[in-house]
């Protein structure tokens, strides 16, 4: 299986700061590379895929890119509502594969 | 408007057998490129995916879980049915289903995920 590691587990900021969430794939996915917020007791919901492409509705201040295996989302300008925790997925090769998230919490 | 739903038991008891259904609205299985995927978190922690099944009946599992996992597909009914076998208290965590996001190429479908999320369904396995 590929496996995803993200870093770091958590990361604590304040409203306005600029985040940046790093996946590592194990072996090489492309850009097959979707990212996730999912909000206690809600269900995950999907913010980038393809690396870098913002899904619809997303807000602009979230972005993703792509160096080789290495992977990162960067929220540019936090939001009281982007607490939350943030998943990495790779859907290059089965089994699809989870990061372990990373939790956005206040400083 | 996409959306899905997961329904099924919320406790089943150490070695029986747990079935999800997961219905739909919005699109159709019959639809070319079309999926459905199952997600789990145990409590506190990551996702972990299942299984999937394509328009075409295809299906594709976790290889840790596929001596246990059935996934199934009535478009009549726009339901997705996932059975697990043999459950454990470790298999204990809230069940998604979601549709899959995909783009299409030339020739073929690229599938980058699970665009749209069901509620979820909280599972406790416990005798």
């Known amino acids: 299986d590929i496996q995803m590691t993200q870093s770091p587990s958590s990361v604590s900021a304040s409203v306005g700061d600029r985040v940046t969430i790093t996946c590592r794939a194990s072996?090489?996915?492309?850009?097959?590379l979707a990212w996730y917020q999912q909000k206690p007791g809600k269900a995950p919901k999907l913010l980038i895929y393809?690396?870098?492409t913002l899904q619809s509705g997303v807000p602009s201040r979230f972005s993703g890119s792509a160096s080789g295996t290495d992977f990162t989302l960067t929220i540019s300008g936090l939001q009281s509502e982007d607490f939350a925790t943030y998943y990495c997925?790779?859907?290059?090769?089965?089994?699809?594969?989870f990061g372990q998230g990373t939790k956005v919490d206040f400083k | 408007q996409i959306t899905l739903k997961e329904s099924g038991p919320t406790l089943v008891k150490p070695t029986q057998t747990l079935t999800l259904t997961c219905t739909f609205s919005g699109f159709s299985l019959s639809t070319t490129g079309v999926g459905v995927g199952w997600i789990r978190q145990p409590p506190g922690m990551a996702l972990e995916w299942l299984a999937l099944i394509y328009w075409d009946d295809d299906k594709r599992y976790s290889p840790s879980l596929k001596s246990r996992l059935t996934i199934t597909e009535d478009s009549s009914k726009n339901q997705v049915v996932l059975t697990m076998t043999n459950m454990d208290p470790v298999d204990t965590a809230t069940y998604y289903c979601?549709?899959?996001?995909?783009?299409?190429?030339?020739?073929?479908?690229?599938?980058?995920?699970?665009?749209?999320w069901g509620q979820g369904t909280t599972v406790t396995v416990s005798s």
């Open positions: 979601a549709s899959l996001g995909f783009v299409s190429g030339s020739s073929s479908y690229y599938y980058y995920g699970m665009d749209v």
């Open positions: 997925q790779q859907a290059h090769t089965f089994p699809w594969t």
């Open positions: 072996q090489g996915i492309s850009n097959w």
């Open positions: 393809a690396a870098s």
